[in-house]
């Protein structure tokens, strides 16, 4: 098994870009967003990121962490949820290589915030 799946299950939740759709994922977190107004706070975050702007990254950063965090499953579903995090992973892994290794990038990223910002 993936030292990268658990890990990403383990972390505190947030919402990645994968291909075109976004994904709220961290510990007992897996669910597509499809809200706009959610959605949009991620657009104002990678536009502050772009910027280079500490105040609104912060801000963003955990805004968006509060909005995955509200995507959490109730303990007794972790295994279930785990599962199915854990083989949407392994299919974008050998189907889509490019968006695997653009979601890792993501999730070193966040980690690299979370310890700046957090």
Known sequence: MSNFKENLYEKKSFIYQIGEAYY???TNT???????QELD???LFQNALKKKNDRQIAKYLEKLMRIANSYRVDAREHYKLQEKLFQFIDELE???KS????LQTQVF????LTEKYQ
């Open 41 to 43: 706070n991620m657009e």
């Open 99 to 102: 968006t695997f290794q653009n």
């Open 30 to 36: 897996f669910a597509r967003v499809t809200d706009t």
């Open 109 to 112: 990223q966040f980690d690299e």
């Open 94 to 96: 050998t189907k889509d």
């Open 24 to 26: 709220a994922i961290g």
